[in-house]
């Protein structure tokens, strides 16, 4: 995870058009390879995928918090 303070532009390439999710102070679970982000409060984890869980998908980043997500596609 790489964490980015202050002003200014970055630039972020996806497979497709990414998603945008608000949470609510919840908890979500989503692979590492479609989190592109997020704008919030968030208290990020990388956690091992659940069982049933395709090996190729890898581990997973779990969001606890509120704020909006950016996610892509595999």
Same mark, same amino acid.
């Given at each position: 995870? *790489?964490?980015?303070?202050?002003?200014?532009?970055?630039? /972020?390439?996806?497979? #497709?058009?990414?998603?945008?999710?608000? *949470?609510?102070?919840?908890? &979500?679970?989503?692979?590492? @390879?479609? &989190?592109?982000?997020?704008? %919030? @409060?968030?208290?990020? =984890? *990388?956690?091992?995928?659940?069982? #049933? /869980?395709?090996?190729? *998908? #890898?581990?997973?980043? =779990? &969001? @606890? %918090?509120? %704020? =909006? /997500?950016?996610? %892509?596609? &595999?």
């Amino acid at each position: 995870l *790489v964490t980015i303070y202050g002003e200014g532009t970055f630039v /972020v390439s996806s497979a #497709g058009a990414p998603t945008q999710m608000q *949470v609510e102070d919840e908890d &979500l679970l989503i692979s590492h @390879k479609t &989190l592109i982000g997020w704008v %919030g @409060k968030f208290a990020p =984890r *990388v956690v091992a995928a659940p069982n #049933g /869980v395709p090996p190729e *998908v #890898g581990p997973m980043i =779990r &969001l @606890k %918090g509120t %704020g =909006r /997500v950016l996610i %892509g596609r &595999l």
